[in-house]
């Protein structure tokens, strides 16, 4: 998986999509910082996620941004995204290879190593760890020590993608620790300060 060292930001979408969410996402995209776009709607039915997701998946294909779905590899395939991102309690690796094919599929890891090994060993295209730092938009149930991205950056070149309560106060060094992507969602969409295209222009 090829990927562009100024573009590290993964964007996650709010848990609610209103109106002038499409226009705020063109602007956030615009500033050429986003690699990814995941769509994580945990309470909308099948039905809306397909509305919105349309929506979305051709704002993300304008600006040459990958489009993958939280959890809902059906809803990946039906939408024909780029890709899914797959909890540990999700469908396994290899059944949801059988359903999108060669398509970006990553997993969640927490805070193990012994996961991740799991994750390379089923071909993930890349794995997620997290929490780095307490975060508003869930609850964490794992933490995870900085150091974490170092020791697994030893056994494998897979991408890694740091998540959990990411912002311009704390991303630096993330990057410093050689995690590959950064799952950013409250930092840009609850920004009690900034909109969100001002909150990524922060972020450098």
Known sequence: MKFNKKKFIYLISPLKINKSFYNELREVIKQKKVSFFQLRLKKESFKKKLQIGTKIKKICKEFNVKF???????????????????????????????????????????????????????????????????????????????????KVRKITKTPIVAIGGISLYNYKNLLLNKANFLAISGYIWKNKKLKPKDAIKKII
Request: charged share 30%; proline share 1%; aromatic share 8%.
């Open 68 to 150: 993958l779905i939280n959890d809902d590899v059906y809803l990946a395939k039906k939408l024909n995204a780029d890709g899914c991102h797959l909890g540990q309690k999700d469908m396994k690796i290899s059944e949801a290879r059988k359903l999108i094919g060669n398509k970006i599929i990553g997993i969640t890891c927490h805070n193990s190593i012994k996961l991740a090994k799991i994750a390379i060993n089923d071909k993930a295209d890349y794995i997620a760890f997290g929490a780095f730092y307490s975060s508003k938009t869930k609850k964490i149930k794992y933490k995870a020590p900085i150091n974490l991205i170092k």
